[in-house]
């Protein structure tokens, strides 16, 4: 397995618009038309992926094991949002990521997330035994 220490410092950043489907009424995590934080939360994640995707092996992916995300702020339908992530740590496969989202008034968002190197095969057949198990 490669080693990402070198890539400590690398940073990503995504833009996106808040749709209604993004929203925290759509998904039924609160009333409101605002974007929800399991779509930031996303945002996020997703960033953190493309932040390293260029310099995992063949055959490998990250997959999140842990999301400690505030959210700040309400962004209405509408309204661009930009999520950064950093790679700030690596420990063997264990990535550490400093994430946060704005949109185009304030910081909406930030934490840490952390991901983990896997060969994609052997994660995807695992979870398909799991699937079998007899119930």
Do not use: W
């Not at 489907?21 to 994640?45: C, H, Q, R, W």
């Not at 997703?46 to 932040?51: D, F, K, L, V």
């Not at 995707?53 to 309400?74: M, N, R």
């Amino acid at each position: 397995m490669k080693d990402l220490t070198q890539f400590i410092g690398t940073e990503k950043i995504f833009e996106t618009v808040v749709t209604e489907d993004k929203t925290a009424a759509s998904m039924k995590s609160g009333g409101v038309n605002t974007l929800s934080t399991p779509y930031m939360i996303a945002f996020m994640e997703y960033t953190a992926t493309e932040c390293v995707k260029p310099f995992l092996d063949e055959g490998c992916v990250t997959v999140g094991i842990h999301v400690d995300i505030s959210h700040l702020a309400s962004t209405p339908v509408g309204m661009k949002v930009t999520v950064r992530a950093v790679l700030t740590a690596v420990e063997g496969r264990k990535l550490t990521f400093s994430v946060e989202a704005s949109d185009e008034k304030e910081k909406i968002g930030e934490g840490t997330h952390h991901r983990f190197i896997v060969n994609y095969d052997k994660f995807h057949q695992k979870a398909l035994e799991k699937g079998t198990v007899a119930k």
